[in-house]
């Protein structure tokens, strides 16, 4: 048996990267599991490689800017969920003199507003049954700043306390939550934003010397998601290959 065995998981951002790796990861562990993601295409392909691999991984369109999308994605169990994973966000490279409103917004309503609807609507359905684990995911770079990233530390840093408000809310209905900030991950998303001389500095200031893998990332999800962690809530785990010790 694994240690998700009988679980009911959902992730966001399952489509690719982080989200993927945790939806194959935590199936492969035993549980049930349905990722959601903007992008069908990917989600597809996710699927496809659950098939093959005779795991339980179900793919449904999700916006999580979108209340009613996130409430019929939270509402694809017919149980309650046990366990759910924030994986959904984006980023964009701009300097705060040429940062736009609409820049603004458009990181803040993915990364922040979207990690607020998604667990605003799992806790309301994991509450009657007195049990679950919420895992959001924020960034190294909330803790460090980042060059061109306001808007993106600014909503992974809201992540980090949001995290630990709804440890503190929701500990009596028996529902832990902790989030994973990454390091550099090598993932579609990091590749297509960051140039690669820049990714060579970056990879030069990890003590190990290289990217982090979504394989790793998911590692330390699905152990905040198991029973193993089961006296851990309100937690930020740091998973960047020592680029940030604390």
Known sequence: MGNLEGKRILVTGGGSGIGKETALL?????AAVIAGDINEAVLEEVVATAKRRNLDVTGTKLDV???????????????????LVC???TTLMRGTMKLTLEDWNRILSINLTGTFLCTQATARRMSPAGRGSIVTISSSLAFTGQ?????????????VSMTKTLALELGRHGIRANCVAPGPIDTPLLRGTIPEDVLAKVIAQHPLGRLGLPEEL?????????????????????????????
Not at 26 to 30: D, M
Not at 70 to 81: M, N, T
């Open 218 to 246: 998911a590692e330390s999800i699905c152990f905040l998601l198991s029973d193993r962690s089961s006296w851990i809530t309100g937690q930020n785990l740091h998973v960047n290959g020592g680029y940030l010790m604390s």
């Open 65 to 83: 800017t979108e209340p009613t999308s996130v409430d019929a994605f939270v509402g694809s169990f017919e149980e309650p969920p046990d366990g």
């Open 147 to 159: 060059e061109g990233g306001l808007h993106y530390t600014a909503s992974k840093g809201g992540v």
């Open 87 to 89: 994986s959904a966000g």
């Open 26 to 30: 935590a199936a492969a562990e035993g």
